[in-house]
């Protein structure tokens, strides 16, 4: 079952709160494990349940559908973007590890 759009904002919500918080900036730039990764995630929007470590040639291809990107203050680059016939997936390439974010469906 596909996730509805309403929960998909949850991705730029997550985007929106960090780009107002450098010490989260910060944290994010120092993860080298995915639970780290998740533990900052859980505390900033915990309905995003999906999360990977991304290679750098991953989080840099040109992506099929783009919605949205920036470049947050602490120069953390991120996009949102569709998968063909998938969910919208935000990635962030951050200092030590790229990752991949989502809403996993029921």
């Given amino acids: 079952m596909p996730v509805s759009p309403e929960r998909e904002q949850a ?8 780009q107002g918080r450098s010490d989260v900036q910060t944290e994010l730039n120092k993860i080298t494990e995915l639970d780290q990764l998740k533990e900052i995630v859980h505390q900033i929007e915990p309905s995003l349940n999906g999360s990977a470590l991304i ?3 991953q ?3 040109p992506p099929k559908i783009i919605i949205d990107s920036g ?6 680059p991120w996009r949102l973007l569709r998968c063909p016939g998938g969910p919208l997936v935000l ?3 951050c200092d030590k590890v790229n990752f991949a974010l989502w ?3 029921c």
């Fill in 71 to 76: 470049i947050l203050e602490q120069k953390i």
């Fill in 91 to 93: 990635q962030m390439i």
């Fill in 103 to 105: 809403i996993e469906s």
């Fill in 11 to 18: 991705l730029l919500e997550f985007v929106e709160s960090v």
């Fill in 59 to 61: 989080a840099t291809s």
């Fill in 55 to 57: 290679p750098y040639e």
